[in-house]
């Protein structure tokens, strides 16, 4: 029951900042609230994102196949529309209606399939048909026991010899890292509910356990790269044996 609310609730925000401004909703630079995103620069950083990932994965020695990509997440495409020159097929998988149907607008060569998903699992996809998962910006945002229902999906639908690479943020360490989300999130929520603007939670791993739990999903964690901030990121990279 627990989870199906916090799915609900999930969805129900992001449909909302889908609909009201979902470039800034996606990319939260303070300039560009308001609708004040360009749309091809705001693909633009999403092709180059990729194309920088994929540069990093080459000269690590990870060697990627160009078969078929999952970008977990996708929102408006940005990365998926990033991932199409590089693949053979491209899939983006995302909660939100508006931002499913923003994302089929945007993709005006077709390349990319967009797929709307409000289970809390990847059971629409196969065991063992993509080459690539890659989800940015995403797991941030969703409770940590949903999360981890859609990482370890994340690994069974890599095929052998795939490459995994998510975002994540990560607790501080001290006490003061646990505090300081569940004030963030209590200030949301109490927004939320004044002044019905849809809230983006965040919530934080803690460094050790999201290793844990993607070795127990049968992956090899390879590159963790932190980059230091008010939240602290940590994007994971790891195979599929
Ligand atoms: C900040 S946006 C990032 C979009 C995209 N990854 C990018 O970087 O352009 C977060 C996206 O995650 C989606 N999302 C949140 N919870 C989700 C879930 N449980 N399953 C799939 N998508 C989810 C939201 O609808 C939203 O489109």
């Not at 078929?68 to 693949?87: E, K, M, V």
């Amino acid at each position: 029951v627990v989870r199906r609310r916090s799915l609900q609730e999930l969805q129900h925000a992001w449909h909302r900042l889908g609909t009201e401004d979902p470039m800034w909703a996606v990319l939260t630079d303070p300039d560009k609230r308001g609708n004040r995103w360009d749309p091809d620069e705001f693909l633009a950083t999403g092709r180059a994102q990729v194309d920088e990932l994929l540069a990093q994965l080459a000269a690590q020695g990870i060697a990627v196949r160009s078969g078929s990509a999952l970008d977990f997440g996708c929102g408006l495409g940005r990365l998926t529309q990033g991932l199409a020159p590089h693949f053979d097929e491209v899939h983006g998988v995302d909660i939100s209606p508006s931002m499913i149907d923003g994302a089929r607008e945007a993709d005006r060569d077709g390349r990319c399939e967009f797929h709307l998903n409000m289970a809390d699992d990847l059971a629409l996809f196969s065991s063992g048909r993509f080459d690539l998962v890659l989800s940015l910006y995403v797991i941030q945002h969703v409770p940590r026991r949903l999360a981890a229902g859609y990482l370890t999906d994340m690994a069974r639908v890599l095929a052998p010899g795939g490459v995994l690479v998510v975002q994540v943020f990560v607790r501080r360490a001290g006490a003061l890292g646990p505090a300081r989300q569940a004030l963030w999130n209590l200030a949301v929520n109490a927004r939320q509910a004044l002044t019905r603007r849809p809230a983006m939670q965040m919530h934080a791993w803690s460094v050790v356990r999201l290793t844990g739990l993607l070795e127990r999903a049968g992956l090899e964690v390879v590159a963790r790269q932190h980059v230091a901030g008010p939240w602290e990121q940590v994007t994971y990279t790891a195979i599929k044996p």
